[in-house]
C-alpha cells in the first residue's frame, strides 16, 4: 500500500499545488503504473501485440462499452448544472458513434464473428467491472461516478499519448492499433479528459470522510481492474493455445 497519506486534507498539506484527483492517482500505486506501462499498451504502439490477444480484448471492452455508456448517463443526471451535463453528453456521442465504429470495423479486420462480439461472455475481471460501474452509479453520487470513471479514461489518455509521442508515425501499424491509440490521443479527448479531472478535483474535497474513503476505494478498485483486464487478454491466450478467435 501507498505511504501517501489516507486523508486529503492530510495530503495538500504536504504539497504545493493539491489536487484530488493527484491524491487518488498516488494512493493507488502501484497499480496505476502498472496499468500506464502495462505490457498491452506498449506493444500496441510498437505493434508487437498479437492479433489473437488483441480480439479477446477487443470483445471483452465492447461488452464493458455498454455499462460504461450508462454509468456516462447516470452522470448526465447528477451532473450539477447544464454545461457539465452537455459534456457528457457530448461524449457519449462518442462512445456510441466514433468508438462503436471503430470496434464494428475492428472485429471485421480481425475476422472476429458477429456471435462472439455480440454476445460475449464476460471474464471474471469484465463481471467484476461491470458491477463496479453499474453499483457506484445506481448508490453514488456525482463524485463516486466520477471516481470510477476518471481513472478509466485518464489511464488510456495517459498511455496512448505516451504511444503516439514515442514513435515517429502509427502509420504502419494496423488500422485497428493505429485507430485505437488515435481515439485516446487526440486533443479532445485529452481535453475532455482534464475536465474531468477538474470535475473531481472540485466536488471531491466537499464530500464527508465517509465518501471520501468510498471514492478513494472506487478508484483504486477501477485502476486494479484495468490491470487486470490487460492481464486477462494474455491470460486467454495462454490458456486456450490459440486464443478463443
Not at 200 to 225: K, N, Q, Y
Request: glycine fraction near 4%; include cysteine.
Amino acid at each position: 500500500m501507498t505511504d501517501v497519506p489516507d486523508r486529503y486534507d492530510d495530503y495538500r498539506a504536504t504539497v504545493s499545488d493539491p489536487r484530488f484527483t493527484d491524491w487518488l492517482r498516488e494512493r493507488a500505486e502501484p497499480d496505476w503504473t502498472n496499468a500506464v506501462d502495462h505490457r498491452f499498451t506498449r506493444e500496441i504502439g510498437s505493434g508487437a501485440l498479437s492479433e489473437t490477444v488483441f480480439a479477446d480484448y477487443l470483445t471483452q471492452d465492447y461488452a464493458f462499452l455498454d455499462v460504461l455508456v450508462s454509468t456516462f448517463g447516470f452522470a448526465v443526471a447528477q451532473a450539477p448544472d447544464v454545461s457539465a451535463k452537455r459534456a457528457h453528453v457530448e461524449f457519449l456521442d462518442t462512445l456510441t458513434d466514433e468508438e462503436n465504429d471503430y470496434f464494428e470495423r475492428s472485429f471485421s479486420a480481425l475476422g472476429v464473428d458477429d456471435a462472439r462480439w455480440k454476445q460475449t461472455e464476460l471474464s471474471t475481471t469484465t463481471a467484476a467491472f461491470v458491477d463496479l460501474l453499474g453499483r457506484t452509479a445506481r448508490e453514488g453520487g456525482y463524485a463516486e461516478t466520477l471516481a470510477a470513471i476518471v481513472p478509466a479514461e485518464w489511464i488510456y489518455a495517459e498511455w496512448a499519448t505516451r504511444e503516439a509521442s514515442a514513435h515517429e508515425s502509427t502509420a504502419g501499424l494496423p488500422f485497428y492499433f493505429a485507430d485505437w491509440i488515435a481515439l485516446h490521443a487526440n486533443p479532445s479527448f485529452k481535453e475532455f479528459v482534464t475536465w474531468l479531472r477538474g470535475q473531481l478535483d472540485a466536488h471531491g474535497p466537499t464530500v464527508s470522510s465517509a465518501r471520501e474513503r468510498e471514492i478513494e476505494r472506487i478508484f483504486c478498485r477501477t485502476v486494479d481492474l484495468e490491470v487486470a483486464f490487460f492481464d486477462d487478454a494474455y491470460a486467454a491466450v495462454e490458456t486456450d493455445g490459440e486464443g478463443r478467435q
